[in-house]
């Protein structure tokens, strides 16, 4: 459905053939329809179906909802690949904080609707600023760990 309003039907062709390679479940899966799918083939086939559209930022919200962790870990580094192999900007919203930040490039640590932290990722994996802000510390706990965090971002 994603490529419906393509009419380049050879790039259709190897741009599904690409989403086989990427998704092998789902080639595996390519005559059941979409709804019969499990929650992670779902969300595979929702990818696919995105990037058959050749996007310029895939913006993903909570893949891991409903999923179990294992799945979220095979899918995760996916992003990764369509990142560094079609060019695509990938912004994701996730609540698997630590295991996107394995992942991503750069990180944005927001607390009730305040950029509280942002930076590298290897950086803010390594920052106590995500802890205090996930496990409720108050805000001017979250406030001076993200000063601290600004402080040893500048110095490196």
């Known amino acids: 459905m994603g490529s419906f309003l393509r009419k380049d039907k050879d790039l259709i062709k190897q741009d599904l053939e690409y989403m086989f390679e990427l998704f092998p479940r789902l080639a ?3 005559t059941q329809q979409g709804g019969t799918l ?3 083939e779902q969300q595979m086939l929702a990818m696919a179906r ?3 559209v050749n996007p310029k930022l895939l913006m993903v919200d909570e893949m891991s909802l409903g999923l179990a962790p294992i799945i979220v870990e095979r899918l995760l580094p996916i992003l990764r690949t ?15 904080v630590h295991m996107a930040l394995q992942v991503a490039d750069r990180g944005y640590v927001i ?3 305040v950029l509280v932290a942002h930076g590298s990722s290897k950086l ?20 001076t ?4 965090f600004e402080k040893t971002v500048r110095s490196t």
Request: charged share 25%; proline share 0%; hydrophobic share 40%.
């Open 38 to 40: 499990s929650g992670g």
């Open 124 to 143: 803010l994996a390594r920052s106590s600023v995500i802890q205090e802000a996930y496990l409720g510390a108050a805000a001017s706990d979250t406030r």
């Open 50 to 52: 995105a990037l058959t």
């Open 145 to 148: 760990a993200s000063q601290a």
């Open 28 to 30: 595996e899966r390519r």
């Open 82 to 96: 369509i990142a560094d192999e079609t060019g695509a900007g990938v912004l994701l919203v996730e609540q698997h």
């Open 111 to 113: 607390e009730r609707g």
